[in-house]
T-cell receptor, first 116, second 112 residues
Framework: AQSVTQLGSHVSVSEGALVLLRCNYS??????LFWYVQYPNQGLQLLLK??????LVKGINGFEAEFKKSETSFHLTKPSAHMSDAAEYFC??????????????FGKGTHLIIQP | DSGVTQTPKHLITATGQRVTLRCSPR?????VYWYQQSLDQGLQFLIQ???????AKGNILERFSAQQFPDLHSELNLSSLELGDSALYFC???????????FGSGTRLTVV
């Protein structure tokens, strides 16, 4: 079975400061890892994903994440927070399989608050 | 517009009733996934269909069922509804290969 732990249900940073959202996963096989963002009353938007290859993954809106197998982590970072980054962020894991991937297992989410 | 269409956007119904949620996947995607998002349970994977066949089951209640039709759209049927079934229900689709999931904007179900 797979699982995801997101440390901190709420994270508050000042505008312009570094954003760091933590995600640790558990998987018995090499995982596919994802970060999604959800704005109020909206669906989930993919920020970035790791499947294979380079462990540092760049996504949209200036976000990036690094897959660290030894630490079973996939933390999300952004060098400089913007007010528009305030949202709920979800880390997710799945395992690759033939004919397409299986369903995602999500973490409980981290609510990012940006202080002016 | 993500390319995944869910209808209706909002649904209010009474306990004990049955509802059907509809999802049209992104063009070319063969897999459809259903998820439930609630305050207490978070985002839970319910079920996956691939090209018309059930592929994987998650935390789906026996009162819930789904199917995928030949045109690849999918329906999630929720019956004997309870107050606790009130949630956002998301559909996602993906094509072959490296786990690219696209989510719809969801159906907000309120059971009163």
């Amino acid at each position: 079975a797979q699982s995801v732990t997101q440390l901190g249900s709420h994270v508050s940073v000042s505008e312009g400061a570094l954003v760091l959202l933590r995600c640790n996963y558990s998987s018995s096989v090499p995982p596919y890892l994802f970060w999604y963002v959800q704005y109020p009353n909206q669906g989930l938007q993919l920020l970035l994903k790791y499947t294979t290859g380079a462990t540092l993954v760049k996504g949209i809106n200036g976000f990036e994440a690094e897959f660290k197998k030894s630490e079973t982590s996939f933390h999300l970072t952004k060098p400089s927070a913007h007010m528009s980054d305030a949202a709920e962020y979800f880390c997710a894991v799945t395992k690759p399989s033939g004919g397409g991937a299986d369903g995602l297992t999500f973490g409980k989410g981290t609510h990012l608050i940006i202080q002016p | 517009d993500s390319g995944v269409t869910q209808t209706p956007k909002h649904l209010i119904t009474a306990t004990g009733q049955r509802v059907t949620l509809r999802c049209s996947p992104r063009s070319g995607d063969l897999s459809v996934y259903w998820y439930q998002q609630s305050l207490d349970q978070g985002l839970q994977f319910l079920i996956q269909y691939y090209n018309g066949e059930e592929r994987a089951k998650g935390n789906i209640l026996e009162r819930f069922s789904a199917q995928q039709f030949p045109d690849l759209h999918s329906e999630l049927n929720l019956s004997s509804l309870e107050l606790g079934d009130s949630a956002l229900y998301f559909c996602a689709s993906s094509g072959q290969g490296q786990g690219g999931y696209t989510f719809g904007s969801g159906t907000r179900l309120t059971v009163v």
